[in-house]
């Protein structure tokens, strides 16, 4: 799934970016309790992990699961957050909405054996310079239709 995007840059011209989305899952588990989304460093391509769902697999135990999140804040530190405390007997998932992260992001099972699956989606968002869109291609396809114009009704004169 992808879909053409319009930005306003700080500089107030119209630039046009693409972004595609990928689906994202990784299981945690007591023999792998992290995974580290990491992607390739590109100058013209910023890379994010939606987390959508977290939720426990077939299998898992009667105990609390719990799953940290370890990324960037504002300030370009690294901070872990717990982001979900899954029970099978209470709260066996957890929905997150759209929780976006810029990568690299770890995912850790901070507690408990799992399996706890992780889902979301890769985002990569490309400069659509490389692509060769430019906006007047898109002028190209769009025709509008002339419309009649609208005349008033004649009124009836009384003899």
Same mark, same amino acid.
Do not use: W
């Given at each position: ?86 029970? &099978? !007997? ?9 929780? /976006?992260? +810029?990568?690299? $992001?770890?995912?850790?099972? *901070? ?21 060769? &869109? !430019? ?9 509008? /239709?002339? +419309?009649?114009? $609208?005349?008033?009704?004649? *009124?009836?004169?009384?003899?």
């Amino acid at each position: 799934m992808s879909f053409v995007e319009d930005e306003v840059s700080d500089s107030g011209v119209d630039s046009r970016s693409r972004l595609e989305s990928y689906v994202f899952s990784c299981e945690l588990s007591s023999k792998i309790p992290f995974y580290t989304f990491q992607a390739d460093e590109d100058e013209d391509v910023e890379h994010f992990l939606e987390l959508r769902t977290i939720c426990l697999g077939d299998g898992a135990k009667q105990e609390n699961n719990v799953v940290e999140v370890t990324a960037m804040n504002h300030q370009g530190k690294k901070i872990s957050v717990p982001v979900a405390n899954l029970n &099978i !007997s209470c709260l066996p998932m957890v929905s997150l909405g759209e929780f /976006e992260l +810029m990568t690299p $992001v770890t995912l850790r099972l *901070k507690s408990g054996s799992g399996p706890v699956t992780v889902s979301g989606l890769h985002l990569v968002a490309t400069e659509n310079d490389e692509f060769g &869109i !430019s906006d007047e291609d898109d002028d190209d396809d769009v025709s509008e /239709e002339e +419309m009649p114009s $609208v005349k008033p009704a004649k *009124k009836k004169q009384r003899a």
